[in-house]
């Protein structure tokens, strides 16, 4: 293995990750399992085994040094996930069981809106997106005609038939098409809507003690959360590599509240970094023809060299590992992800580890004071 300390100049991170790539699974249950080891695995491939090792807070000036260099930030512990959202997230993992059981998203969640500010519509489906569960749409009493045209988008996180991992994401609008940052009204109101239907991601928007701390680590003087996605990664699934960047959102806040998650995150300069030291490894032959422009490259389709070592390679796992870019989220748990530009942006990979689907809470962040033109 290439020796990581010379391809980063990032801090190693807050959370110690300990990493094996041994991938022969009747060895490795008795063993490593017992250690307290978690298989990664994602889409049927193997990746490996980790398992969080000390874990330390980071202080404000530690996080904001890091996201002023574009670098994740890990918050320990840094939501309190009590008796007071409980009853939530059971009544939310019921629903969830519901969906994935094959009933109608919008006869599970009906109860939701008796009593809220949101009334649902009648869903659709994007026939085009294979992804796509339903799309929900939904009018307020301040919007009797749906101008603001709010929705709910449900969909799998992948095509795989065996990853039950899906999300629901709240915005309004024409999707892909119009741009939300220029009506910072209607994101609030999404963000409403969000949580009528999970109260539980108060947890983040409602606490002023974590926006306090949000807003020093951003070096912003106010900001406001914007763009929810609620998040429930299964076994054998999670994201593949990819970035967040959406314009006028400085980062996204992960937070997670049940289960657990695996995490590479790093920001693109240090990717490329050992992408092209994996590369100049002999198992990297096949990425090589791509070094010379891979900043170009990441920004488009990914050549399927790129996205196997990207997604599907145990030793290019271990190599970012190594370097101090894993991360192991539980309950409380939150990754800050700085999403400044397609330049300047934190790139991310996530696995279940478990054998029990776990509920995130993915908000964008944007500073209140900026008016997008």
């Keep these: 293995m290439t020796d990581t300390a010379i391809l980063d100049n ?5 959370s110690q990750v300990v990493f094996s790539e041994i991938l022969d699974e009747d060895r490795s249950a008795s063993g490593l399992s017992g250690a307290g080891y978690s298989l990664l695995r994602r889409r049927g491939v193997n990746l490996g085994w980790v398992k969080a090792g000390g874990v330390s807070d980071s202080d404000d000036e530690e996080g904001r040094r890091r996201w002023c260099h574009d670098e994740p930030v890990f918050l320990p512990q840094a939501v309190v996930i009590d008796t007071s959202v409980e009853g939530f997230l059971s009544k939310t993992a019921g629903r969830v069981e519901a969906v994935l059981d094959g009933r109608p998203v ?7 809106d008796r009593q809220g500010e949101f009334t649902a519509q009648a ?16 009018t307020s009493s301040d919007d009797p005609e749906g101008r603001d045209d709010l929705w709910m988008k449900a ?5 795989d038939d065996e990853d039950p991992s899906l999300r629901f994401r709240f915005s309004f609008g024409m999707d892909g098409y119009d741009d939300p940052g220029r009506d910072l009204r209607r994101q609030r109101s999404a963000l409403r809507l969000c949580r009528q239907w999970f109260p539980e991601v108060s947890v983040v928007t409602e606490s002023p003690t974590l926006k306090r701390r949000l807003t020093r680590i951003l070096n912003i003087s106010s ?11 299964g076994p054998n699934g999670g994201a593949q590599f990819h970035h967040d960047v959406e314009r006028g959102h400085l980062g996204v806040v992960y937070a997670q509240v049940t289960g657990r998650t695996f995490w590479l995150a790093l920001n693109k300069d240090a990717l490329m970094r050992h992408i092209a030291a994996f590369a100049a490894l002999p198992a990297g032959r096949e990425v090589r023809p791509f070094c010379d422009r891979l900043d170009e490259v990441l920004d488009g389709v990914l050549p399927e060299a790129l996205e196997v070592l990207l997604n599907r390679t145990p030793a290019f796992v271990g190599q970012l590992v190594a370097a101090g870019h894993g991360f192991v989220l539980g309950p409380g748990d939150l990754l800050l992800l700085p999403q400044a530009d397609r330049q300047r942006c934190v790139w991310h990979s996530v696995f279940c580890l478990g054998g029990i689907m776990g509920e995130g809470l993915s908000l964008a962040m944007r500073s209140d004071a900026v008016e997008l033109l």
């Design 123 to 138: 869903g659709f489906v994007d026939t085009g997106n294979d992804q796509e569960i339903v799309t929900v749409s939904f």
């Design 106 to 112: 919008e006869d599970v969640f009906a109860g939701v």
């Design 10 to 14: 990032s801090t190693p991170m807050v």
């Design 223 to 233: 900001m406001v959360f914007v763009e929810p996605i609620v998040y429930f990664n």
């Design 155 to 159: 969909a799998w996180l992948s095509f």
